[in-house]
């Protein structure tokens, strides 16, 4: 069964990048497409985009401006980038496998990255 | 945008009652509808697919019904690990998949 973990910066300053990477293991990144979710702190959850292992990618209109999302299949690996972040992108982020019919099977734990000075 | 939402926001049920929880959608959807259950400090788990496939692993005292619009997560049997909040996610719309605010099912 394929695993996700997710790592990057806890701690994110205003205006500046949100940074993540998601690590793959138990299977190949080169098949399925591959998500970021996010959830504030008590909310639910948003849908932040996908990137399939040949690196087309589909965002969340809301966040397109400001998300990249990018592969490395050399690595197992997947990025977020989300620019100009404020307060209101503290959340839990996570990286997930979308199947080929869209639903998301396989769930990393995920991380909080706090927006602050 | 296709916006899910569900009821009630919160369900209290004692162990071993049923509980039905709702999701619809503001347009249709036909069957691609997936249910989440999230435990606290916890990723979310794929619980249904296709609106009424358990997932491997998911116990069979989990079932999902509808299509289009309208649709159900039903758990027969409650047993106290079942206790968490139940997300619905259209994946219809691959241009912006949604999800539902959530149910969360606590202890009567």
Redesign the interface.
Do not use: E, H, I, K
């Given at each position: 069964q394929v695993q996700l973990q997710e790592s990057g910066p806890g701690l994110v300053k205003p205006s500046e990048t949100l940074s993540l990477t998601c690590t793959v293991s138990g299977g190949s990144i080169s098949s399925y497409y591959w998500s970021w979710i996010r959830q504030p702190p008590g909310k639910g959850l948003e849908w932040i985009g996908y990137i399939y292992y040949s690196g087309s990618t589909n965002y969340n209109p809301s966040l397109k401006s400001r998300v990249t999302i990018s592969v490395d299949t050399s690595k197992n690996q997947f990025s977020l980038k989300l620019s100009s972040v404020t307060a209101a992108d503290t959340a839990v982020y996570y990286c997930a496998r979308k199947t080929y019919t869209g639903y998301l099977s396989d769930w990393g734990q995920g991380t909080l990255v706090t927006v602050s000075s | 945008e296709i916006v899910m939402t569900q009821s009630p926001a919160t369900l209290s049920v004692s162990p071993g009652e049923r509980a039905t929880l709702s999701c619809r959608a503001s347009q249709s959807v036909s069957s691609?509808l997936?249910w989440?259950q999230q435990k606290p400090g916890?990723?979310?788990?794929?619980l249904i697919?296709?609106a009424s496939t358990r997932?491997t692993g998911i116990p069979a005292r989990f079932s999902g019904s509808g299509s289009g619009t309208e649709f159900t997560l039903t758990i027969s049997s409650l047993q106290s690990e079942d206790f968490a909040v139940y997300?619905c996610?259209q994946?219809?719309n691959?241009?912006?998949?949604?999800?539902?605010?959530?149910t969360k099912v606590d202890i009567k």
């Open positions: - | 691609n997936a989440y916890q990723a979310p788990r794929l697919y296709g997932a997300y996610q994946y219809n691959w241009l912006l998949f949604t999800f539902g605010p959530g």
